[in-house]
């Protein structure tokens, strides 16, 4: 009889130790959440879970060695920017193909790595102390995402912003009330922060399709002016003028704040920055969280006016 209830009592303390793992896996799964990414290089669309996708765009967005907030932080906006996105939520979707809610196109999307490339990335010892503290950051902020006025923003980041961050309207035109210019002095320790680049005037003049016109009478190049955050705006070469963004997508600037100057016989940019410099500013959010700020005050510093709320199927 003792033995009886003894095996009886030991089944029941295994059931009740075995019982949270058997909740844990059985828990209906926000299987609805899934992502259909489009791999532009396999030219194939994949479904998989938001929290799961999340993970992949954090290790291929930001750098696996910057501080726990700052990686949550750009949990949340990488979560929201596909939110954003998703069909399901009445989102655009990857319109270049159907049925795809993203694709792994850093252009059209955000970056995505799979473990195969991560590995291949970091290496095998790090990829697994690497992925598990992105892991980490993503699980901590599950289901969050970053609304204004009841919906997903449309959260934009960038890598390294200089001085200040730039308004929306400086870059798309169209002004955004929470993608507003702040100061941002956190992100000095970006190795892309300062950068020179230099071209001879044929190549100058190649890249900007004017070898024809200009090749003969040289280049006259003159900064017309700048955005309200310090980027320059308009460029004049000869009698044409461009907007500073053609000449950084042509040229293959890290930003369109820049000066620039004759040298050796060299046209030399020297870029302040790297990317649009609209929304969060990755390196400054590292710098952010170095200094003791937590995602949430990272993300309201960078996004004005918004508010952090999680998903209604979490």
Not at 21 to 50: H, N, Q
Not at 150 to 178: F, K, M, Q
Not at 196 to 219: C, I, M, Q, R
């Amino acid at each position: 009889m003792k033995q009886a209830i003894g095996g009886l009592f030991l089944f029941l303390f295994a059931l009740l130790c075995l019982l949270p793992l058997f909740l844990v896996k059985c828990a209906p799964a926000p299987a609805d959440l899934g992502v259909r990414l489009y791999l532009v290089e396999e030219k194939r669309t994949i479904t998989i879970e938001l929290e799961e996708y999340i993970k992949g765009v954090v290790a291929a967005e930001m750098p696996a060695n910057f501080h726990p907030e700052a990686l949550k932080a750009q949990a949340v906006a990488a979560r929201t920017v596909t939110v954003r996105r998703l069909k399901r939520f009445g989102g655009s979707g990857y319109p270049a193909v159907a049925g795809a809610d993203l694709s792994n196109d850093v252009n059209d999307s955000q970056a995505w790595l799979n473990k195969k490339q991560l590995i291949a990335k970091w290496g095998l010892w790090a990829y697994y102390r690497n992925w598990r503290k992105i892991a980490d950051a993503v699980e901590a902020t599950a289901g969050l995402v970053i609304s204004y006025e009841g919906r997903p923003i449309d959260a934009l980041y960038h890598s390294t912003s200089g001085p200040r961050t730039a308004n929306a309207e400086e870059v798309w035109s169209a002004s955004v009330p929470y993608l507003k210019s702040i100061p941002c002095s956190f992100c000095h320790h970006s190795p892309r922060y300062q950068q020179e680049k230099a071209f001879s005037s044929a190549e100058f003049l190649s890249a900007l399709g004017l070898a024809g016109p200009l090749a003969t009478s040289g280049v006259s190049l003159r900064i017309v002016d700048r955005t309200a955050s310090g980027r320059v705006k308009t460029v004049q070469i000869g009698a044409y003028q461009y907007t500073a963004t053609e000449v950084r997508s042509r040229l293959g600037l890290a930003s369109t704040n820049f000066t620039v100057q004759l040298r050796d016989g060299k046209i030399i940019f020297t870029t302040i920055g790297y990317g649009h410099g609209v929304g969060l500013c990755q390196y400054g959010a590292d710098g952010l969280a170095k200094e003791g700020k937590t995602f949430q005050e990272i993300l309201h510093y960078y996004y004005q006016a918004v508010e952090i709320k999680k998903l209604r199927l979490y």
